[in-house]
């Protein structure tokens, strides 16, 4: 209960922004044993990522991607404000084709094109951030095959990737050897596919920072088996809203989020001050 509580004293102003950390929609249940829809918002009824769609764009948010927010390259219209949505783990419930080749309208990318449809000024923007697919984890979103189009795809629409490292660990405890392998791995995984492509924005596994300060410079850029990576942003999960860049209190590597909690977000959205 303590992010619920958490949240309930959050309030958005100007120097803020919400960058949202939603995961899964409707799958299984995110605790051995427990409800399907956790207290955490670790896992939310798609029909709750439709009704926080619709409060965002009501109470005049604005989706841009991470990389631009931390640029602060933002091109937002006049009376609108920020807000940041992203997806960790490339989970099935995000993106999911059906049999016929569409998809399905009731995965989280089917809810966005949707939304996009009916409100045209709301752009399809956010932040997908991929653990790279191996015989370990599967592939990204989880139908084998299928994982280069539907990112080329998600590109196409003018979504960002993000590296979400290569097996997903925490951080806490691992070497600074092994912190270079799994972030220069989910970066290489992403280049594999697409050479060209700008990864520089990294989520930590379960937003845990490395306990020995010495390795933490390696979130930053560093080089494992010849591949070198370079980021401009570090993403936590939780900790609350974001400070915008050039304000007092923005880290660009130590980025909060906000748990996506049915009716806990929606309040906090509704609460914009000045």
Request: net charge negative; with cysteine; charged share 20%.
């Given at each position: ?5 958490a ?5 958005v102003t100007a120097?803020t922004?919400?960058?949202i950390?939603y995961?899964e929609?409707g799958?299984?249940?995110?605790f051995?044993?427990?409800p399907?829809f956790?207290?955490h918002g670790?896992?939310i009824?798609?029909s709750?990522f439709?009704?926080?769609l619709e409060v965002?764009?009501k109470?005049g ?8 927010l931390?640029?602060g390259k933002?091109?937002?219209p006049?009376?609108?404000r920020?807000i940041?949505?992203t997806?960790?783990d490339?989970r099935?419930t ?5 049999e016929?080749g ?5 995965c989280?990318?089917g809810v966005?094109?949707?939304f996009?449809?009916?409100?045209p000024d709301?752009p399809t923007?956010g932040?997908?951030?991929i ?7 599967g592939?990204?979103f989880?139908q084998?095959d299928?994982?280069?189009q539907?990112l ?10 993000g590296?979400h490292t ?10 600074r050897r ?8 989910g970066d290489a995984?992403?280049?594999r596919l697409?050479p060209?492509?700008?990864v520089d ?13 010495n390795d933490r410079n390696v979130?930053v850029k560093?080089?494992?088996?010849g591949?070198a990576?370079?980021?401009i942003?570090v ?5 609350g809203?974001s ?5 007092k209190?923005f ?10 909690i049915?009716?806990?977000?929606e ?6 001050g000045?």
């Open positions: 209960m303590e992010a619920l509580i949240l309930a004293f959050l309030v120097g922004v919400p960058v950390c995961h929609f799958g299984p249940p995110e051995s044993g427990g399907q956790d207290v670790l896992n009824p798609i709750a439709r009704q926080q965002m764009e109470q948010y604005y989706p841009v991607n991470m990389r631009d931390i640029r933002l091109s937002i006049k009376g609108r920020p940041v949505l997806f960790d490339g099935p995000q993106f999911r084709y059906l016929n569409s998809i399905d309208p009731n989280a990318v966005m094109v949707d996009h449809h009916h409100h709301w923007r932040t997908f951030y653990i790279a697919g191996s015989d370990e984890n592939v990204p989880d084998e299928l994982e280069r539907k080329k795809q998600l590109l196409d629409w003018g979504f960002e990737l590296n290569l097996t997903h660990p925490s951080f806490k405890k691992l070497t092994q912190l270079l392998h799994e972030i220069s791995g995984y992403l280049k697409f060209s492509l700008k924005t990294l989520a930590l596994p379960y937003g845990d920072l490395p306990e020995n300060l979130l560093g080089r494992s088996v591949h990576y370079q980021n942003g993403l936590l999960v939780g900790g809203l400070h915008l860049p050039g304000e209190g880290d660009p590597f130590r980025i909060p989020r906000v748990l996506p049915p009716g806990a977000v309040k906090l959205l509704t609460s914009a000045p």
